[in-house]
């Protein structure tokens, strides 16, 4: 009996289309923030510590660029606290608050005899 394992390289893999999209849209609005505070590239890529070459691909959407990277581009233009509400679910939040008890009631002492 033969295991094949398959290793996927980070040229090989391709996120599901709607990722690539969303991705794409966010290289879109972290460009159009850019533009907005007049910045030039190699301002936000010294102040993020990478090259204009990889903040060019950030701007494009580039999925191969790591997470870690969009987050400094993001503290660069002082965008990084809209990064915790990327994963906000208003649906969960409002399920799990169905999921709440109506009342506590308070726990009655024990006498201990």
Avoid: C, F, W
């Amino acid at each position: 009996m033969s295991i094949y394992v398959t290793v996927m390289t980070s040229s090989a893999y391709k996120p599901a289309l709607s990722a690539r999209h969303a991705i794409r849209q966010i290289g879109a609005n972290l460009k159009r923030a850019r533009l907005r505070r007049k910045l030039p590239m190699e301002v936000v890529a010294d102040r993020a510590r990478i090259t204009r070459q990889t903040l060019a691909k950030v701007e494009r959407g580039d999925t191969s660029v790591s997470i870690g990277i969009y987050a400094t581009v993001m503290h660069a233009l002082g965008l990084i606290d809209k990064l915790g509400d990327v994963a906000n679910d208003p649906m969960a939040s409002m399920l799990e608050d169905e999921a709440l008890p109506k009342r506590i009631r308070a726990r009655k002492k024990v006498s201990e005899s």
